[in-house]
């Protein structure tokens, strides 16, 4: 395709195999001239050194960047992965005696890493099922909310290291834990053999059950870091949020998680762009015939061949996250998308979910020429008779104004779609909690050499980059941030510890924001001066894509 060609409407995946820097926290000297804009805790254990008791043993953190926050980092919320626990449930964490220092990074599980320098790879390894955790509790009667975070990469790569750094939100009240899950094939393998020794009758969804291992430890540790286990909100972004919303479908995480925030995870359930995203499920016996066909790739007879095999191997052979999706197995994944929300049954919590600018094909360097816009026109929406309303609702003369109308299209898109999705979940809620919706606008300065996942190939208000100021990780990358960023992650920064406190981000001097109502077509802008705007720029504008995307022939 190529750059004048028309862009699919579906979100925007940067380059997430481009670059990683290993660096760590910033040290305190250099975060000094941040600390008078950031609320630091009143007070902070006596040391990081401080042994915390869990089930498996004590262990020790250290500084976590910010004044008052400790971090403990690599702490194994279940048993290593490799050999006979290869493609299994997460197995019990051994115990350790004596004092375990918390103060590096455990592995990074097992991920294709191409285009990725060598001297910038973190650690790989089976023995991956680890989780960080950022406090400034005093103790264990604190009982401060927790958030969970999950990153994104599409279920094929990546991890909770470094990158997602807790320090401010931990400053501002919140306990926070990354856990990494497997991911590919090494998460996501469905096969035959594994079905038939499963104690449930499926396989597939291993990454899904690490972040539900990894829950159930939070509930029994986490009080112990100064949280509270019956305040936590399961967050996450892109790969993760479809795994929050995996879990707002299941049975295997309740009562482990008491809200839900997902950046970039909801679609409404007819949106084409779901095949990329959260609906793209698999039926378990084409889930069993693809791990089958793969397995006869790695030249592997069967299981006992499988987890024989060396891991790079087993993921230097995957085609990325299309051969893993997740598994329609009836018990971690009991039914589809649509299904799960037409009979109620998604776990009824608070939910803070939102999408960014220039995701869904838009993007301000977007090339596309007036023939291919008018072309996309006759064939997108051709068929049910729209495409005069479209040119006339995006009206178009000349290159230029393609690549703007385009972009404004999917922009209302993307709005509408979430807030069609909100508003079934409202619909269909048993007990109607509180949904609140956000558009991201704010365009992050230069690029991140340290993330390979979000801002390294991509412009805008990319998708992914409202994450940064979600969690107030700015000094923790390499972008230009200037006073206004660190203004904006501060302010959304707290409206996030709002939610995970209370179930609703309001609160204090904060600008009001909104509960969603089925009948007010409106959302949350952030990033910038915070408001409410429309869901789409005219009420014309949004009946019409209402009636497109209640029109399509798919339910997810």
């Known amino acids: ?110 991920q294709p890493v191409t285009g990725i320098p060598g001297d910038r790879l973190p650690e790989f390894g089976e023995d991956c099922l680890n989780l960080n955790i950022w406090t400034a509790a005093t103790g264990s009667a604190d009982s401060r909310p927790v958030l969970v975070w999950l990153y994104g990469g599409d279920r094929a790569l990546w991890s909770g290291q470094e990158i997602y750094n807790g320090s401010l939100l931990a400053a501002k009240g919140v306990v926070v834990v990354t856990p990494d899950h497997r ?98 499920y698999r039926t378990l016996s084409a889930a069993e015939a693809g791990g089958t066909d793969f397995a006869a790739r790695l030249g592997a007879p069967d299981l006992a ?29 009991p ?63 000349s290159d230029a104004a393609a690549a703007q109308q385009y972009s404004a299209y999917a922009r209302d898109e993307e709005r509408v779609s979430a807030f069609l999705w909100a508003a079934q979940f409202k619909d269909t809620a048993a007990d109607s909690s509180s949904v609140h919706t956000y558009f991201w606008t704010r365009v992050p300065p230069g690029y991140d050499d340290t993330n390979p996942v979000i801002g390294t190939a991509a412009t805008g208000a990319f998708e992914g980059s409202d994450v940064y100021y979600l969690l107030g990780h700015l000094y923790n990358t390499d972008r230009p941030w200037t006073s206004g960023d660190y203004d904006t992650a501060d302010t959304t920064a707290s409206y996030v510890a709002r939610f995970a406190a209370t179930g609703d981000p309001n609160g204090g001097s904060l600008t009001t924001w909104p509960a969603l109502a089925t009948d007010t077509p409106q959302t949350m802008e952030l990033g910038g001066n915070p408001g409410t705007v429309a869901v789409a720029d005219s009420d014309a504008k949004l009946a019409f894509l209402k009636t497109y995307l209640e029109s399509q022939p798919t339910e997810f």
């Open 305 to 333: 061949g499988l987890r024989a095999l060396d891991a790079d191997d087993i993921v230097s052979t995957a085609d990325a996250a299309a051969d893993f999706g997740h598994v329609l197995d009836g018990h971690v994944l």
């Open 183 to 280: 991911v590919g094939p090494l998460g996501g393998l469905a096969h035959p053999e594994l079905t038939a020794e499963s104690a449930y009758g499926g396989s597939g969804n291993w990454g899904i059950l690490d972040v539900v291992a990894a829950l159930g430890w939070v509930r029994r540790n986490i009080a112990a870091f100064g949280g509270d286990p019956d305040r936590v909100t399961l967050a996450g972004w892109a790969g993760g949020a479809s795994i929050v919303h995996i879990l707002l479908a299941s049975r295997q995480a309740r009562g482990l998680y008491h809200r839900a925030l997902l950046s970039s995870g909801v679609r409404y359930t007819k949106d084409p762009a779901l095949a990329a995203g959260p609906g793209r």
């Open 335 to 397: 039914d589809t998308y649509t299904a799960v929300l037409k009979a109620c049954a998604e776990t009824d919590v608070p939910v803070l979910t939102g999408v960014c600018k220039d995701a869904n094909g838009a993007s301000p360097d977007l090339k596309l020429t007036l023939g291919a816009f008018q072309a996309y026109a006759r064939s997108e929406f051709g068929p049910l008779g729209l495409a005069d309303t479209f040119l006339d609702l995006y009206p178009a003369d």
């Open 1 to 110: 395709m190529s750059d004048t060609d028309m862009p699919s409407a579906r979100p925007n995946r940067p380059n997430r195999l481009n670059r990683l820097n290993r660096r760590g926290f910033l040290g305190a000297a250099a975060v000094a001239g941040l600390l008078g804009t950031l609320p630091t805790p009143a007070a902070a254990r006596t040391t990081a050194a401080t042994a915390v008791s869990t089930e498996s043993g004590q262990v020790t953190g250290v500084q976590g960047g910010l004044r008052g926050v400790t971090v403990y980092k690599g702490i194994p919320y279940a048993a290593t992965t490799a050999g006979t626990n290869r493609w299994r449930p997460p197995q019990p964490a051994p115990a350790w005696d004596g004092v375990r220092a918390a103060d590096s990074w455990g592995p990074a599980c097992p």
